[in-house]
């Protein structure tokens, strides 16, 4: 069995992943250097690669396990072969992330971006009143691995937090309330802070959309770490130029990466990241990375069921 692996683990990890693969052929190779040659007989693909088209390489695929929570682009009907399988990396995120969230909720609420600016212009100036984190009302729309996390960490704070999910289920532990969408659109004037986590795909875009925006308190802000598609960029900008809601921290955006010359850079109240929440920005995500690959793998060259296992008409773990 031939194992390609694509993320830049350190070499304690690819020994952690060594032993895992047994005396199976281990490749590794950064997404850059993959070749049609070098797929052409891989059985197990661990990691992304430059563009999902490139699974076209590899005919005689088994497993695809991905290092990215998200998986648009490889559901695509007819891209993997008959009878593979798909994987994500749904629980090696949502520290990293969930931490960003809260950096970013803090800054707006005291201000803290205007007062680096006036740092920046060696002003000494008062910028007004700030605002409260404690008893606020925390909506989670994605209650995956970020969205919990997020919702546990701001529940220990002392919010009141409401979860959204696709499917309604137990009431996990990290949220006072647990709702479906088909309730977001009352839940939405009620919240101080609007998190969304969620994957790219045509159930998520536009989530939040023009009409929603309009429906949120002049104290809400929207945190976006999810995938830029699913907030209307265009209603949300217009939001922050009337002042119609107090700021948005957005580590994706639409389009992406966003052009030097959109208004959405200026906006009132934004604070823009380019996409670095996750990724290998904090060095335990990719060891945890790491622990769900051998896991899997070690899982795989047993015949036991996976972990993570993404449904392909979902894009979602099953």
Not at 65 to 76: K, M
Not at 109 to 131: C, F, P, S
Not at 165 to 172: L, T, Y
Not at 212 to 235: E, M, Q, Y
Request: hydrophobic share 40%; with cysteine; net charge negative.
């Amino acid at each position: 069995m031939k194992i390609v692996v694509t993320p830049p683990f350190t070499e304690e990890q690819k020994n952690k992943i060594k032993k895992a693969a047994g005396p199976e052929e281990l490749v590794f190779k950064r997404k850059s250097e993959i070749t049609p040659e070098l797929l052409s007989d891989a059985d197990v693909i661990l990691g992304n690669l430059d563009s999902p088209s490139q699974i076209g390489w590899a005919p005689r695929l088994k497993w695809l396990q991905l290092n990215n929570a998200g998986t648009e682009g490889y559901c695509e009907p007819g891209l993997l072969p008959e009878g593979a399988v798909l994987t994500n990396a749904t629980g090696a995120y949502g520290l990293a992330i969930s931490e960003h969230m809260i950096a970013c909720l803090f800054m707006l609420r005291k201000k803290l971006n205007l007062y680096y600016a006036d740092q920046e212009r060696r002003e000494w100036k008062r910028e007004g009143h700030v605002g409260v984190i404690q008893g606020t009302t925390v909506l989670v729309i994605g209650l995956g691995d970020i969205g919990s996390t997020f919702a546990g960490k701001m529940k220990a704070l002392g919010c009141h937090t409401i979860g959204i999910k696709r499917r309604v289920g137990a009431k996990p532990p990290q949220v006072d309330r647990l709702c479906g969408m088909d309730e977001l659109d009352s839940l939405l004037p009620q919240a101080d802070v609007v998190a969304l986590s969620l994957p790219g795909n045509a159930s998520t875009y536009h989530v939040l959309n023009r009409e929603r925006i309009a429906l949120l308190s002049p104290n809400a802000i929207v945190l976006n770490v999810g995938r830029g598609t699913a907030i209307d960029t265009d209603a949300l900008c217009e939001a922050l130029y009337a002042g119609r809601i107090a700021g948005a921290a957005l580590d994706v955006t639409d389009p992406e990466p966003l052009p030097p010359e959109h208004p959405l850079w200026s906006a009132p109240g934004a604070l823009i990241t380019p996409h670095i929440s996750g990724g290998y920005s904090l060095p335990e995500t990719l060891s945890q990375i790491c622990d769900i690959f051998a896991e899997n793998l070690e899982r795989f060259r047993k015949g036991e069921a996976l972990r993570n296992v993404v449904d392909l008409g979902t894009g979602y773990c099953r």
